[in-house]
C-alpha cells in the first residue's frame, strides 16, 4: 500500500513558474513508477510526466516538454514536478499518481494503482 499527497499548488500569473510536490509513504518504490496527471472539470485525467523512482528516468507529454521537469528526491520520499512558462491552458488539478507500471502504461491513468487527492493550479492574470 502507497500513499501519496500533492502539494504546492495555487494562483500564478502567465509566464510565472510553480513546484509541485508528491510525498509518498508506505511500502519500498523502488519498482515503481510516478506520474503527474491534470484534469479539468468534464475531461478525462490528462497525463503530464513520469519518472521512475529508481532510475530517475523521465518522461513527458509534448504539451509541456521544455516547460515542465520531473524530479525525485529519494531521502525525501518526494516527486516533484517544476512547472515553467505557464500558460492558462496549464489551469486544471494536478493529481501524482503511481505504481509499478511499465513504460508503455505511463500515460494512461487507468494503469496507475495509488493516487493522491490533487492539488489546483490556476494560471490566470
Known amino acids: 500500500q502507497v500513499h501519496v499527497v500533492e502539494s504546492g499548488g495555487g494562483l500564478v500569473q502567465p509566464g510565472g513558474s510553480l513546484i509541485l510536490s508528491c510525498a509518498a509513504t508506505g511500502e519500498s518504490f523502488g519498482s515503481f513508477r510516478f506520474g503527474w496527471f491534470r484534469q479539468t472539470p468534464g475531461k478525462d485525467r490528462e497525463y503530464v510526466a513520469a519518472i521512475g523512482w529508481s532510475d530517475g528516468r523521465p518522461y513527458y507529454a509534448d504539451s509541456v516538454k521544455g516547460r515542465f521537469t520531473i524530479s525525485r528526491d529519494k531521502a525525501k520520499s518526494t516527486v516533484y514536478l517544476q512547472m515553467n512558462n505557464l500558460k492558462p491552458t496549464d489551469t486544471a488539478v494536478y493529481y501524482c499518481?503511481?505504481?509499478?507500471?511499465?513504460?508503455?502504461?505511463?500515460?494512461?491513468?487507468?494503469?496507475?494503482?495509488?493516487w493522491g487527492q490533487g492539488t489546483q493550479v490556476t494560471v490566470s492574470s
Open positions: 499518481g503511481t505504481g509499478r507500471l511499465i513504460v508503455s502504461s505511463l500515460p494512461f491513468a487507468r494503469n496507475y494503482n495509488y
